[in-house]
């Protein structure tokens, strides 16, 4: 799977977080305003960019962002560690989207992390598996993230929602250090708001074998980039520094789209961190 974002997107983010206009950010770089339009749409250029004063200007990390430009990606996750953990991606809208099914191996019982576009792959795993959905935790409202929910819901009438948007019916909304249990899982959350004012992380422990917590972030960050600030960029970044960069390295972060990656990868070639 590719990054979320190529190049020319955490540019163009990068320029929006710091307000910089095209013409800055092109004279920094040594290109002409068309070489920059073009590497900002492609993720492409045909003549490199100076990183390093680029990077400055915009409020990212010369050498990760180089590091993104050279093609780098987080490793490819061996998901056997987290054996009741499944990743469904979907399409629609010219655009892809990751939601997250777990599991407890004794008891059945079963949680969604977000719905993607397509409600068909996550209940056929439900009944493959003979699982019962007793919760589905909604990272933020934007509606690639909730289009399936009124199917999932009308298959699986019994799951709880838990979202932490104020406009959701209280009896679904995140309490204040709530703890969910599913099985021998454990389920609790962290405010993350940024990309989205009702933007929440669920953490997702207790798993067989010590396998690592794993994070359901939702757009607050993808490998190797972040969600959009919308208005809100400053709130958003320092979120990620504060809830989920600093969770323990081997914690894996499942994002709202592209691959999945670590706490450690994130902090060794994210950019914006």
């Not at 009741?84 to 892809?96: K, N, P």
């Not at 939702?218 to 600093?246: T, Y």
């Not at 323990?248 to 060794?268: D, N, Y």
């Amino acid at each position: 799977m590719n990054l979320e974002d190529h190049l020319g997107d955490v540019i163009r983010k990068a320029r929006d977080m710091s307000n910089v206009s095209p013409a800055a950010a092109a004279k920094a770089a040594g290109l002409s305003a068309a070489e920059l339009a073009a590497l900002e749409e492609s993720g492409q250029t045909g003549k490199p960019p100076d990183f390093a004063a680029l990077a400055k200007l915009v409020g990212l990390h010369p050498a990760k962002l180089e590091g993104i430009a050279n093609g780098w990606l987080p490793a490819e996750k061996d998901l056997s560690l987290w054996r009741e953990l499944r990743v469904f991606t979907t399409a629609g809208e010219g655009m892809t989207v990751n939601c997250y099914l777990a599991w407890d191996e004794v008891t059945r019982d079963a949680a969604l992390f977000d719905t993607g576009f397509d409600a068909k792959p996550v209940l056929e795993c439900i009944a493959e598996n003979q699982l019962e959905l007793r919760h589905i935790f909604i990272t933020h409202s934007h509606w690639d993230h909730v289009e399936a929910l009124p199917k999932v819901r009308e298959a699986c009438p019994k799951a709880r929602v838990h979202s932490g948007s104020k406009a959701a019916p209280v009896d679904q909304r995140n309490k204040p250090n709530e703890i969910i249990h599913l099985g021998g899982l454990r389920i609790t959350h962290r405010e993350t708001p940024g990309h989205a004012m009702d933007g929440v992380t669920y953490m997702v422990g207790n798993w067989q074998e010590d396998a690592p917590h794993v994070a359901m972030v939702g757009d607050a960050i993808f490998a190797g980039s972040m969600g959009s600030g919308n208005g809100a960029w400053e709130l958003a970044r320092q979120k990620v520094k504060d809830q989920i960069l600093s969770l323990p390295p081997a914690t894996l972060i499942c994002p709202g789209h592209g691959p999945l990656t670590t706490v450690a990868e994130e902090k060794e070639h994210n950019p914006f961190f």
